[in-house]
């Protein structure tokens, strides 16, 4: 098989000082007064990507998987050509269409159909390919009816779906797709994955990068695993995709170490320590139940004083949707000031709603202008079903849906039929 | 660098022709975009200028005596803002052209130069416009058509090409530097008064020779020259505007495809 993807000593650099803030003309004129000491701390840069080597044969269906931050969009981006690489070489052979967001460029007060058009000529599609297949994309998108009315009146999901009937309906040779399949609902995100599986049958060669575990199993042979910008193993996918599970914080424990955790954001001002889940009695527990109480103990460090900061903990499907984020904002908690030094914080969940599967918890602490501590992803828990509601389980089955409702139903007394 | 700077600028260009279809619809876009949202459409192509000649018309050439070379002020004045109206209002539309776009520069791959290319063309179609009402006040005004009227419309061949130019310079710079963008609006400003627009130049004394640098200069007389019947084209003048846009323009473009691959992680 001929090699479509080469990628050889791929290196790139960033300089922090140039993402951390829009740099200023005058800034640049004035810095030559500045103290030598302050330039310095401009010029800091992180290796998104360390000297990364590896090869993609024609026809091949890659899964890219990694932490957050560990590089993957960025070679990703190198790849599609819309960044270059520090050091190193990259070469990609054929015509290349990138899915790095979907419905890109869409503007509000066109229709739906100027929409593919603009949208398909972004993506590098010719206007008579867009002709021949306009029909099969407004019925693909499921917009029909809609089709020349301005996008502004679109529901989210409509304009998803709009946006990937225009991308599924390229025909490159090489394909890179990034994490568009985590918004949408569980109908359209299956017609999405089928529509790539098409692709692959169509011996396109494709990268796909997922934190969807279930995903990357069911349409890459081959998976690549990043880790800080280097390669840490490349191999048959579901042996990846073990050795990659098993550097989480894993499932079914009571307590997490959170102080070593990896490729976490934020400036550090306070971090997470560790957490500590317990149960209805306040008790340790391992096991987390569909519809019971929940509490986790959040334990932090205060480097430095801040003040009115929020916590909050985001929970993913693992089809990578976002469920719900709780935010000790929404709830009232209202933290004038940290002081330095340790501190403890406690979340309380009245009854967890989720249906029995596999959850990824991410952690933040923040203001509304500064994040002090992000832990993508960083804890999964699995949930099982119980009786909390004399239900036997019944209804606690994912495929259900996503949450269970704690609900009651009554028949009315006869007065009140009419 | 000299042995590869050929290759290299032609698949510049090869990237662009490659990419033709996508200039086009980002045209359509700007051009769409801006009928749709506005009460009145295509009419403002016309208001603007159509304002200015009458401010400038009531006011300055009052207060001022301006020689129009025996043509009433309103031609005179008219014929020049209508190529003006479109290097104002392009100038900075595609100085701005790449952070109004961030999101497409940072998820897609194109030919970046695309972006400010296709928001300098867009003004086009109003230039189009206001020219229409440029051949009603000719009619008003009893002003006879001549030949070279024809060249009107070929005249913005030039201008286009040097809005290009100071568009993609202004945009690549201001990705950079983020307070370029107060400078447009100075430098546009700037402009009108260093350009034979709403007062002839010809009369500025010392100052003549270094006024004819302004690319502007040779364009504008151009225009006005192909309405006013008994004023010929000044082909040298234009032949040296030209000369100075294809330098400006050649300059703006080495300057955009050597900071072009720092976009995406600018932006």
């Known amino acids: 098989m001929p090699e479509a993807i080469h990628v050889d000593h791929l290196t790139k650099q960033y300089r922090l000082g140039a993402m951390r803030h829009e740099t200023m003309l005058r800034e640049v004129l004035t810095s030559a007064f500045r103290p030598r000491r302050e330039k310095a701390e401009e010029n800091t840069t992180i290796l998104a990507l360390n000297d990364l080597n590896f090869n993609v044969d024609e026809g091949e269906v890659v899964g890219i998987i990694g932490r957050n931050g560990a590089g993957k969009s960025t070679l990703l981006k190198i790849l599609s050509k819309i960044t270059y690489p520090t050091s190193g070489r990259i070469h990609v052979r054929g015509r290349v269409a990138s899915l790095i967001e979907v419905g890109t460029g869409f503007h509000d007060e066109l229709t739906g159909r100027e929409n593919i058009y603009l949208n398909g000529s972004i993506l590098g599609m010719r206007k008579r390919e867009i002709d021949q297949r306009l029909d099969q994309i407004i019925e693909f998108a499921g917009v029909e009816k809609f089709v020349d009315t301005p996008i502004k009146r679109y529901s989210s999901g409509m304009r998803l779906r709009l946006g990937f009937a225009v991308a599924a309906h390229m025909e490159p040779d090489v394909l890179f797709v990034d994490e568009v399949l985590a918004v949408g609902d569980a109908d359209f995100q299956k017609k999405c994955l089928t529509a790539m599986d098409d692709m692959r049958s169509g011996g396109r060669t494709v990268l796909f990068v997922s934190h969807n575990m279930a995903a990357i199993e069911n349409l890459c042979p081959r998976t690549i695993w990043i880790d800080a910008g280097t390669l840490r193993q490349d191999g048959p996918t579901d042996e990846v995709i073990a050795a990659y599970l098993a550097t989480f914080s894993e499932a079914q424990r009571a307590g997490y170490d959170l102080e070593r955790t990896e490729g976490r954001g934020g400036d550090g001002s306070v971090r997470f320590t560790r957490v500590d889940f317990l149960d209805g009695e306040g008790n340790p527990t391992a096991v987390f139940r569909c519809g019971e109480p929940l509490r986790a103990r959040f334990h932090f460090h205060t480097k430095d004083r801040v003040k009115d900061p929020h916590f909050d903990m985001v929970i993913h499907s693992d089809m990578g949707t976002r469920i719900a984020t709780i935010s000790s904002t929404h709830s009232g908690l209202y933290i004038p000031t940290l002081e330095a030094g340790p501190g403890v914080v406690e979340l309380v969940i009245d009854d967890l709603f989720l249906l029995p599967n596999r959850y990824y918890l991410s952690l933040w602490i923040s203001t509304r202008q500064q994040w002090y501590d992000i832990l993508d992803h960083c804890i999964a828990i699995d949930v099982e079903e119980s009786n909390a509601h004399n239900n036997q389980g019944r209804g606690m089955h994912p495929k259900w849906g996503l949450v269970y409702m704690k609900s009651r139903w009554e028949l009315g007394p006869p007065a009140a039929v009419r | ?267």
């Open chain 2, 1 to 267: 660098m000299n042995t590869i700077a050929r290759p290299v600028a032609i698949e510049w260009m090869y990237e662009f022709v490659r990419y033709r279809e996508l200039f086009f619809f980002l045209v359509w876009r700007d051009v769409k975009i801006r009928y749709k949202q506005t009460l009145l459409g295509a009419s403002w192509a016309i208001i603007q200028p159509f304002f200015m000649m009458v401010v400038f018309s009531v006011l300055l050439n009052r207060v001022a005596n301006i020689d129009t070379e025996g043509y009433p002020y309103p031609i005179f004045s008219y014929a020049g803002l209508v190529p003006w109206t479109y290097f104002q209002y392009s100038v900075p539309l595609a100085g701005n052209s790449l952070i109004a776009n961030a999101r497409l520069i940072s998820k897609v791959y194109f030919p970046r130069a695309i972006i400010p290319a296709s928001s300098a063309l867009s003004g086009v179609v109003d230039f189009g416009i206001a020219s229409l009402m440029l051949i009603g006040l000719m009619f008003y005004f009893h002003i006879p058509f001549s030949a070279e009227f024809l060249l009107w419309p070929v005249f913005i061949v030039p201008l286009a090409l040097f809005t290009t130019a100071v568009g993609m310079f202004f945009a690549a710079l201001n990705v950079k530097y983020r307070d370029i963008k107060y400078t447009i609006p100075f430098f546009v400003q700037a402009m009108l008064f260093v350009s034979p627009i709403i007062y002839p130049l010809s009369d500025a004394g010392r100052f003549s020779t270094v006024l004819r640098l302004n690319p502007m200069y040779g364009i504008i007389n151009a225009f006005r020259a192909s309405v006013l019947p008994a004023q010929p084209v000044d082909w040298s003048e234009l032949g040296l505007s030209t000369l100075i846009t294809l330098v400006l323009f050649a300059i703006a473009s080495v300057y955009f495809y050597r900071t072009e691959r720092s976009f995406a992680d600018l932006i």
